[in-house]
């Protein structure tokens, strides 16, 4: 991937992208960005040009001086908080919201315990934390609220989300000093797209209504898709969605959004195949061939996720279809194309071995890459299944649709 290519992406792909490099140098899972030059590790930082955020790739501590990209060595977390702070790591007004966070949670019925920036031995990880507010409740269990009052660095929150998910406890990270009327901070930013696009803050409404309903409340802004935030909402930390992440939702304003972008594209090429009934007249504006190939790929997808649609003939399975196609030369330019599609849903249990052995067998010298006119359609139009980034990105936030993962029972 490009500097290019990451300037060119989303906002949140390459946010997500962000988010996963750096998980990988808290855990195990996660990506590996590298440096083409010297191989070494890289991340992505942004830069502001013109009041915009912009990613760039900045290698880390350590990494090749003689790199010609090497930019030299970053401030240490660590340093960056304790000039925030006039030489400490905590401000003493940080240390009050975290207290009432706590007096909060123990308005609840259920509440067992709170502590407030105490260490907390691991159980699933090398070392422990000190989280700012550690509350305990009855037929809840234990979560954890951090309180973040200034810029925080993209590794900070890496490591403390990837620590929680493993203890398996529910980490909501509240903000201070959110403006809406200016540009977010990358800090904010960041916490808001691990939270699905959500900004929860503890203002003086949510105190409010936390101490009329006694238990815990906040105030939560929606981001809208041009990044700007929808006017608050007052929601019960109890009523959140926690997933697999266990960074707690109120609505996701992330995953539907892209399967609805999805959706509207794709929506139109479903429409003109189950009208398409003449097959050697062409799909739109495609040739016979590209137009069942296009055919033959929906059909797999309508397969795998249950439909049963064979938009490219007559026949009464798919793969039988896909041997005929393959056998009369039709679809054999296409046969590694047809192969990723294939490895890449659902399609184990409804393609027959046979179709393996005429990919092969029937398969032409030349053959479409994934920078063909054909490859570029298909991947715009099964994003899920060919588009390498956006199915990490699904995968990372679990919403991976079934028929386009292998794995799936």
Not at 107 to 129: A, C, F, M, W
Not at 246 to 264: F, N, Q
Request: a neutral charge.
């Amino acid at each position: 991937m490009t500097a290019q290519d990451l300037m060119a992406m989303s906002d949140d792909s390459w946010g997500l992208i962000r988010d996963q490099i750096t998980d990988r140098r808290n855990g195990k899972d996660g990506l590996v960005a590298r440096c083409l030059a010297c191989e070494c590790e890289v991340y992505i930082r942004t830069s502001k040009t013109r009041g915009i955020a912009r990613p760039l790739f900045q290698h880390y501590n350590g990494s090749d001086p003689d790199c010609p990209w090497f930019q030299g060595r970053n401030i240490k977390p660590d340093a960056a908080r304790a000039a925030q702070y006039q030489g400490k790591q905590e401000s003493n007004f940080h240390r009050l919201m975290c207290e009432l966070v706590g007096e909060l949670a123990a308005l609840d019925s259920r509440y067992i315990k709170h502590t407030v920036g105490q260490y907390r031995s691991p159980t699933e990880n090398e070392h422990g934390r000190y989280p700012d507010t550690y509350v305990e409740w009855d037929d809840f269990g234990p979560f954890v609220v951090e309180f973040q009052m200034s810029g925080t660095f993209q590794t900070e929150i890496s490591a403390r989300c990837k620590h929680y998910e493993r203890e398996g406890i529910p980490l909501l990270w509240i903000l201070f000093g959110l403006d809406t009327a200016t540009a977010l901070p990358q800090s904010f930013i960041d916490v808001i797209r691990r939270h699905r696009g959500n900004a929860f803050v503890l203002d003086q409404a949510a105190v409010a209504a936390s101490r009329e309903q006694k238990t815990l409340v906040l105030s939560c802004y929606l981001r809208k898709p041009d990044g700007r935030l929808d006017a608050p909402k007052l929601v019960r930390f109890d009523a959140l969605t926690v997933p697999r992440s266990k960074i707690p939702y109120h609505e996701d304003r992330i995953v539907g959004s892209r399967l609805a972008e999805i959706e509207k594209v794709r929506r139109p090429w479903f429409n003109a195949l189950a009208q398409w009934e003449d097959r050697y007249k062409p799909l739109r504006d495609l040739a016979r061939p590209q137009s069942l190939l296009l055919a033959a790929a929906f059909s797999i997808v309508a397969a795998t996720n249950g439909k049963g649609r064979n938009y490219a003939s007559e026949h009464s399975n798919i793969s039988a279809m896909l041997n005929t196609y393959l056998s009369t030369k039709v679809l054999s330019p296409y046969s590694d194309l047809l192969k990723q599609i294939i490895e890449n849903t659902r399609s184990s249990s409804i393609i027959k071995a046979s179709v393996h052995d005429h990919l092969r067998r029937y398969r032409d010298a030349i053959q479409a890459t994934n920078e063909s006119p054909e490859w570029i359609l298909l991947r715009k139009l099964l994003p899920e299944a060919l588009d390498p980034v956006l199915r990490e990105e699904l995968a990372y936030l679990d919403a991976l649709p079934d028929w386009a993962n292998p794995t799936s029972e």
